[in-house]
């Protein structure tokens, strides 16, 4: 497999299969704080009407959350409660969807565009839908359940 470093930050790039889980999930965290910085810079560019200041509460509360639910699921207790801290950054993902779809149809007079955000808010999801299965598939390999014991 070619060398997937880079001369300019020496880190594995994002899509690199083979770089640690450590790497991958700092990349992952920064990638959703990014996300985040850009969900409040939309939030304060709606405008100061009654349904632009809760839109942009709204907004703002949902796209932020990920990041932080993303870290929390870092310091898991246990397998079930990173899975169960992803799924609530899962949806809060999916509620910060329903907001930029709410923005665009509303037509705020609004820059940045809605758009890129909402793509990368599928691409953030796809990414922690994908580490929830894997999580809940390495959980279930572990751990024989009663109905079926290990065979001898």
Request: glycine letters at 2%; hydrophobic letters at 35%.
């Amino acid at each position: 497999m070619p060398n997937m470093m880079t001369p300019s930050n020496a880190e594995p790039a994002d899509d690199d299969p083979d770089a640690p889980s450590s790497i991958r999930a700092v990349q992952m965290e920064n990638r959703l704080i990014v996300f985040a910085v850009r969900v409040c810079t939309l939030s304060e560019s709606l405008p100061q009407t009654f349904s632009g200041r809760h839109v942009a509460s709204q907004l703002f509360r949902a796209g932020t959350a990920p990041a932080a639910q993303y870290a929390e699921a870092q310091g898991a207790e246990s397998r079930p409660d990173f899975i169960h801290k992803l799924k609530i950054a899962v949806k809060e993902l999916r509620e910060t969807q329903v907001w930029l779809k709410f923005i665009t149809q509303m037509n705020y007079p609004i820059d940045p565009n809605p758009e890129p955000i909402r793509k990368e808010a599928d691409e953030l999801i796809s990414i922690l839908v994908k580490s929830i299965q894997t999580a809940q598939r390495n959980h279930h390999a572990r751990k024989p359940s009663a109905k079926h014991p290990p065979q001898s």
